[in-house]
């Protein structure tokens, strides 16, 4: 075959490869079996093989090709991945209509939009001229992971942007985005056959099975060897892009996604009042056990984007949408036991320990109790049977004991006076309702503060695992986290399951975890009450462990979302003498704390920016990236909400509308000056 039939054959074998990868993943429908499709494949990796350079980074055939990574690049987002706020009762989503009307002028009408609620892992799909340029997972919401080798490995993701519009108002969109750059944002979860097909492989292979199948999904997604990921068949559902094409409504958003190739749901609806949307939740709920992939809810969002953008965000949440989920699913079991564990902070919590039972797709064996008032409530006792129940569908939970069922052999449990690990007193502390530990050597309590230290979100220690932790304890090498960043290949050589390779494998995993954000050191030292978000917050305040060391409790209350009991809990711990020697022990050992980058501040920062008419010294593209950059928020409609709006040549009826509403007109010379 010649180079030029090569590429005419090519480029069929493309087409029809890309043609049934949108019909099986978006329409739901299949023309070939499986192993024709697998053959056209086939066909092709032997012709670009024949010809690599006719190879594409679109092609079918580039799914799985990347090189294994050492690590995920940081990416921060232009726009912030929030989340949502919950409600469970019609009540709460009366409460919050009546919130957004308050918000929006007395006149103005407000439908919604429907859709399915995903149980998976959140990502932000980057396109350049139509192909796929970047992934990223979410993060914290502000700064996400780089894992395009990895969702390029998804046959649901399109390489490529197809073209599959109908209408011309539609055509003109995709053609749009496909020549540009748009970013699409959906979720990245493991279907229910898939779930259970890897879970009995794991059981063959004497694994442990992965808990669910969010979990699976986000650990598929992070693995440093995309041909991991292949093999997790994962699949994507986008729901939103957060590029301005001239859309108006989340309905027609959903409209040019599947247009351009992805499975954007098909459950999705119109609705134009609270009683369609409790409609709406009730008939998902009904054939949500049907569908072939988990859900606990769905999503409602104000269709208008303008209205949807002008309500902002409150917290980490816009306004504009929520996730009405549904009642946790339960089962009943038995309680066998009740024992306690040592956290971290010496906390002891009692653990049910229950007869196995599936509860919402998973098999649940133990239940948290939380603490001693939790039982005195509950009245449960050992023999009980519970009615256990996964609220969100993750975490276990004891919601009621059926007393009628007891025998009279059930046992009250009491609080231990003594801790179980090392025999220390346990004792309450004043004003809280958890029993602790008073040993603060406890080896419970190390062990523990060792295992968040080097857990994923703190240190992110590769193969510092809860054995190896135990085992570094026991054999005397490590007594506090800084003692990590000293260990030798001779050190651990003589351990069990160890050798030269592993050895060194883990000094090297040890030493590249050196260098780590203010943000992961915060939360890998285990202060009370702080948690990723508000060590995030707290970097970004201070941006120096120094700082954060001397202040005070009144500056800790004046940062948003940190209240008495948490900053309380931070001034406690850097009083503490042995924390402060701990911090200078990790920095001595050669941790290296990187600075958040910090946001220079503009008289764009956090202003809602409206352009009408067409501007002379740049593109309405160019103009949305700088008011971006300038930490504004570009905004496509205008309210009472909107701070500025600048006026080009040949302004439209946005122009009229600012007068009205009084919002403040700019010229685009003032634009230019605000920008700086």
């Known amino acids: 075959m010649t180079k030029r039939e090569a590429t005419e054959r090519i480029s069929k074998l493309r087409d029809e490869i890309n043609r049934h990868r949108y019909l099986y993943h978006v329409k739901d429908t299949q023309e070939i079996s499986d192993a024709a499709l697998d053959s056209l494949k086939h066909e092709l990796d032997l012709l670009e093989q024949q010809f690599p350079e006719l190879i594409t980074p679109d092609s079918p055939t580039q799914r799985v090709g990347g090189e294994a990574l050492d690590e995920f690049k940081k990416v921060v987002h232009r726009t912030p991945m929030l989340s949502l706020n919950d409600v469970f009762e019609p009540s709460e989503v009366e409460q919050w209509e009546t919130r957004i009307r308050k918000l929006l002028p007395a006149d103005a009408s407000v439908e919604y939009f429907g859709e399915v609620k995903m149980d998976g892992l959140a990502i932000a799909l980057l396109y350049r001229d139509g192909v796929l340029y970047r992934a990223a997972t979410r993060g914290d919401g502000r700064i996400g992971e780089d894992v395009t080798q990895n969702v390029r490995t998804i046959e649901s993701v399109p390489l490529r ?25 959906g979720e990245v979860y493991m279907p229910k056959k898939v779930f259970e097909a890897i879970n009995k492989e794991q059981e063959k292979k004497s694994l442990p099975p992965f808990a669910n199948p969010r979990n699976a999904s986000a650990g598929s997604v992070r693995q440093l060897d995309p041909r991991i990921t292949a093999s997790r068949k994962l699949s994507f559902m986008a729901y939103d892009l957060v590029t301005d094409l001239g859309q108006t409504t989340h309905q027609e958003t959903h409209a040019i996604l599947t247009a351009l190739g992805f499975n ?32 606990d809810g769905i999503v409602i969002t104000v269709n208008s984007i303008g209205q949807f953008r002008g309500l902002g965000v409150v917290g980490k949440a816009p306004r504009g949408a929520i996730a009405y989920k549904y009642p946790a699913e339960q089962a009943t079991t038995i309680v066998e036991d009740i024992q306690v564990q040592i956290g971290r902070t010496g906390a002891l919590t009692p653990v049910a320990h229950l007869k196995p039972v599936q509860v919402a797709g998973t098999t649940v064996s133990r239940a948290t109790l939380h ?37 009279g052999k059930e046992k009250k449990f009491h609080m231990p006076a003594k801790c179980p690990v090392c025999g220390s007193p346990t004792a309450r502390k004043d004003g809280e309702v958890a029993y602790y530990c008073t040993n603060p050597q406890c080896y419970a309590v190390q062990h523990e503060g060792l295992r968040h230290f080097v857990s994923k979100t703190g240190f992110d220690i590769d193969g510092l695992g809860e054995k190896i932790v135990e085992q570094l304890f026991k054999a005397d090498l490590v007594k506090s986290p800084a ?8 050190d651990l050589e003589p351990l069990e399951r160890f050798a030269e390779k592993s050895a060194a494998n883990l000094v090297s995993a040890i ?52 209240g008495g009991v948490v900053a309380q809990s931070i001034s406690a711990y850097f009083g503490d003498k042995k924390n402060i020697d701990l911090v200078n022990a990790l920095i001595k050992n050669g941790v290296e704390i990187h600075r958040p980058e910090k946001i220079q501040a503009t ?74």
């Open 264 to 295: 954007a749901g098909t459950h999705n609806e119109r609705l134009v009042s609270r009683a369609d949307i409790e409609s709406y939740h009730e008939r998902i709920g009904k054939i949500r056990a049907s569908l072939p992939y988990w859900t």
């Open 161 to 185: 942007l197809e073209d599959q519009s109908g209408d011309a108002k539609l055509k003109q969109w995709v053609t749009k985005a496909r020549s540009g750059e748009i970013e699409v944002r």
């Open 511 to 562: 030493q590249k975890a050196k260098r780590v954000s203010l943000a992961r050191f915060i939360y890998a030292l285990g202060i009370r009450h702080v948690g990723e978000e508000t060590a995030n917050d707290l970097a970004r305040h201070f941006g120096d462990i120094q700082k954060l060391e001397h202040t005070s409790i009144e500056e800790l209350h004046a940062i948003r979302d940190i």
């Open 483 to 490: 003692d990590l960043f000293t260990l030798t290949i001779k």
């Open 371 to 407: 603490n001693i008032d939790e039982i005195r409530r509950l009245d449960v006792r050992i023999g009980d049977t519970v009615i256990v129940e996964k609220a969100g569908e993750i975490i276990p939970d004891i919601v009621q004991v059926l007393v009628k069922l007891r025998t």
């Open 603 to 676: 008289p764009l920062t956090g202003k809602k920016i409206v352009v009408t008419g067409t501007l002379a010294g740049m593109s309405r593209d160019e103009a949305k990236a700088q008011v971006r950059k300038a930490g504004g928020d570009w905004v496509s409609s205008v309210s009472t909400q909107t701070d500025f709006v600048v006026v080009g040549e040949n302004p439209g009826s946005k122009a009229d509308k600012a007068k009205k509403l009084g919002v403040n007109i700019i010229s685009e010379k003032e634009f230019l000056e605000l920008l700086g």
